[in-house]
């Protein structure tokens, strides 16, 4: 399967500082999607990058993505506390008719 | 208005009995989805459905069994539960089953504890 390796684990950062997040897929994708997870919570939809586009900006969310590469970016800008949460890649695959397949996530922490 | 909700958040039993989890969507989506979330953060889908019929069956022992009884409404009966069955159980939903669709929308979660 194409599962999402999101990189790295685990990421610390001073609120203000950007945050960046990695995704790698394995194979060719219709789309990836990036999705919040707070703790003990359920995930949230952030963003939604087609094969055909490189980058799209969502607030303070901009998102890359690199097929020929096979990776994707998350960058969160100007990071506060209430960001702390796991970041989750998520790809569709170029049929439509599989599955979202979800990487195991990011797990970022902001300190105030 | 919750848009995806689940009952209940939380559920602790013992090993060998039988339980179910309730999930409901009031956003009109035709399709709902049950993933398995481990220890571990791993989200692994289990089921989908789509107009209430079952298109998605991923490699779920068959003590596992999905409901629709409406399009609204996809539940998850557990038997002979497992310790191994332990982790957090998330309903979804989408407008509609190809990903070339939106996105997903998530429940709250329930988090089942097998003692």
């Known amino acids: 399967s194409q599962q999402g390796e999101e990189d790295p684990q685990a990421l610390s950062i001073q609120e203000g500082e950007n945050a960046t997040m990695n995704c790698s897929y394995k194979?060719?994708?219709?789309?990836l999607q990036w999705y919040r997870q707070n703790s003990g919570r359920g995930l949230v939809h952030l963003i939604l990058?087609?094969?055909?586009?490189r980058e799209k900006h969502s607030g303070r969310l901009r998102v890359t993505l690199d097929t020929s590469k096979k990776s994707s970016s998350l960058l969160i800008t100007a990071s506060r506390a209430a960001d702390t949460a796991s970041y989750f890649c998520a790809t569709g695959e170029d049929s439509g008719n599989t599955p979202l397949v979800f990487g195991k996530g990011t797990r970022l922490s902001v300190i105030a | 208005d919750t848009a995806v909700s689940q009952t209940p958040k939380y559920l602790v039993t013992q090993m060998g009995n039988d339980k179910s989890i309730k999930c409901e969507q009031n956003l009109g989506h035709d399709t709902m989805y049950w993933y398995k979330q481990d220890s571990k953060k791993f989200l692994k889908i289990m089921f989908s459905?789509?107009?209430?019929?079952?298109?998605i069956n991923e490699t779920v022992p068959n003590r596992f069994s999905p409901k629709s009884p409406d399009k609204a409404h996809l539940n998850l009966h557990i038997n002979s539960l497992e310790l191994g069955d332990s982790a957090v159980y998330f309903c979804?939903?989408?407008?509609?089953?190809?990903?070339?669709?939106?996105?997903?929308?998530f429940g709250p979660g329930t988090r089942l504890t097998v003692l």
């Open positions: 459905y789509n107009n209430k019929e079952l298109i």
């Open positions: 979804a939903s989408s407008q509609g089953f190809s990903v070339l669709l939106n996105e997903q929308f």
């Open positions: 194979t060719s994708i219709n789309n």
């Open positions: 990058i087609r094969s055909n586009e």
